[in-house]
């Protein structure tokens, strides 16, 4: 069984541009979650998808956003990239049966300039 | 709000010597807890879960883990590091999230360094 996919492997990118990142679940998982982990913050919950839709987000801006296929894959975009944003990005998913914890992609290593 | 502290965050052990992370959570029920290791470079892989039941729970790679509501604790343990298991450790407690979803709230994390 595949795991979660992600792509690119890293991402160099201008402030002010922006950032498309691709995750792909685990077949028969329905929910795609976004982490990002920046040095010295640890993981933070950025967002949730579920059947197509966003379901929840964290304590982020709106140039955060993205979006879920219909197979479930998933896309996340950040907008206007400013410095801070460097960092790895994981995606994760899940069939909702939450005591199995999530299955994490090897990220995303986005890095602004 | 839930959170998690891991109030190591580096650990020297010589290879061979046994292992103790702490980690310790804040929440309001009865929390699912996880712990996640990774390598440099990599995402998490999952090293072990505890949701209910026995409060002592064996994981991947020889790790365990004891759960201690008294203490609001989940340390984990290992009787004998391989110099392999020098990595980054997460310890996480699971929520749940408006609409049903599920959100990790992760700790910092404790940087293992294993000296041959």
């Known amino acids: 069984e595949a795991g979660v996919t992600q792509s690119p492997t890293h991402l160099i990118k201008t402030r002010g541009q922006q950032a498309t990142l691709r995750c792909s679940p685990i077949?028969?998982?329905?929910?795609v979650y976004w982490y990002q982990q920046a040095l010295g913050l640890g993981l933070q919950f950025l967002l949730w998808?579920?059947?197509?839709?966003?379901?929840n987000r964290g304590n982020f801006p709106p140039r955060f956003s993205g979006r879920q296929f219909p197979n479930y894959s998933s896309e996340l975009n950040v907008n206007a990239l400013e410095l801070e944003d460097s960092a790895l990005y994981l995606c994760?998913?899940?069939?909702?049966?939450?005591?199995?914890?999530?299955?994490f992609g090897s990220g995303t290593r986005l890095t602004v300039v | 709000a839930q959170s998690v502290t891991q109030p190591d965050i580096h650990i020297t052990v010589s290879e061979g010597a046994s292992l103790e992370l702490r980690c310790n959570y804040s929440?309001?029920?009865?929390?699912?807890l996880f712990w996640y290791v990774q390598s440099p470079g990599q995402g998490l892989q999952l090293l072990l879960k505890?949701?209910?039941?026995?409060?002592l729970v064996q994981g991947i790679k020889g790790f365990e883990a004891e759960f201690k509501r008294s203490q609001s604790s989940f340390n984990l343990r290992k009787p004998s590091v391989h110099w392999s298991d020098a990595a980054e450790y997460f310890c996480?407690?699971?929520?749940?999230?408006?609409?049903?979803?599920?959100?990790?709230?992760f700790g910092t994390g404790t940087q293992l360094k294993v000296e041959l």
């Open positions: 994760a998913s899940s069939s909702g049966q939450f005591t199995y914890g999530y299955t």
């Open positions: 077949s028969g998982h329905t929910s």
């Open positions: 998808y579920d059947e197509g839709e966003e379901r």
């Open positions: 929440y309001g029920a009865t929390p699912y």
């Open positions: 505890y949701f209910s039941g026995d409060t």
């Open positions: 996480a407690v699971g929520g749940v999230l408006t609409g049903g979803g599920n959100k990790l709230t």
